[in-house]
């Protein structure tokens, strides 16, 4: 009896595991820009009724669709959009587009601007719209997707989600970061961003910055510098939703609030917390940092609920 019983369960186990890989279809889909064709991945849920779609933008640096990087893997992404669709909504998540460079056209990269992320997503946008497949679009940007997204989405979807995103423009956000790693490179940090914001370029500064300001990367930081978040999305007249995580260390809840200030209709929610991988942290900041590169801790559930919700509310 108990090997019957026991032949069942793991019978039962196996059909409910299948049920649930296949309670949403996953297609690779690429989108063709002018700069780079777009990869990504749609999760759709399986049902006959149109639903929401969320389109996913990533944030800073070589991120893929799922979060992750060649230095660490967190799958924060992906378990952002695996969590949405389990509620019955679209996802649509992609590679930034240096990632998406051949080889022979990797020169091609140190001609990006933040305009370049802008057009991309708003390609990525377009091409959702005219499939006429969903009840309601929503852009979600994340930490610096936040502001490109906000853009991207301006007269073209139904709902805009800013999660851990910058309320200020960058070239503050980087001399705040500066004075408190660094302090004695405050000012020179200080010097540099106001030459860059004018459109300067700039060849001679401390070694210790070369990092931030090395000449391939100037004329990127010189288009990022020329929008500031809370101008952004005071322009939107649509539903948004701004999130932002309590243990976050790289974006300050100050910032959410900035935000949420410029476009009063807005819903701010502040995640008890959460960092800024949607992780939940109890500990210290050993504990924050490790989180970044762990595949299989999970995101918090009210962060992904809150989404799901304003998601389907949307009129």
Sequence with gaps: MTYK?????????????????????ELEVSIPTNSVTINGTLLTPNTS???????IIPGSGPTDRDGNNAMMKNNSLKFLAEALTAKSIATYRYDKSALSYTKEEIE?????????????????????????????IIVAGHSQGSLVGMIASQNK?????????????????????????????????????IELKKGN??????????????????????SWMQYNPQEEIAKLAIPILIINGSKDIQV???????????????????VENMNHIFKEIKGDLNENMQSYNDSKLPIM?????????FAKDLK
């Excluded at 708003?122 to 309601?136: G, H, L």
């Excluded at 370029?201 to 990367?217: A, E, G, H």
């Excluded at 559930?301 to 919700?309: E, G, V």
């Design 5 to 25: 019983i026991t032949t069942f369960l793991i019978f039962f186990i196996s059909v409910l595991t299948v049920a649930q890989e296949k309670n949403y279809t």
């Design 49 to 55: 009724e149109k639903k929401p779609l969320v389109i």
């Design 108 to 136: 091609k990269i140190d001609t990006l601007t933040f305009d370049t992320f802008i057009y991309e997503a708003k390609r990525v946008i377009d091409y959702f719209k005219n499939t006429e497949m969903y009840s309601k």
């Design 157 to 193: 979807v139904d709902g805009f989600i800013s999660i851990e995103g910058a309320g200020r423009s960058i070239d503050e956000v980087l001399v705040e970061q500066i004075e408190l790693q660094a302090p004695f490179l405050k000012d020179e940090t200080q010097k540099i961003v």
């Design 201 to 222: 370029t700039v060849d001679k500064f401390n070694p210790m910055l070369i990092s931030l300001f090395n000449k391939q990367i100037q004329p990127f930081l010189m």
């Design 252 to 270: 300050k809840i100050v910032d959410a609030e900035l935000l949420h200030k410029a476009a009063p209709k807005s819903e701010l929610f502040i």
């Design 301 to 309: 559930l009210n962060f992904s609920d809150k989404i799901s919700t």
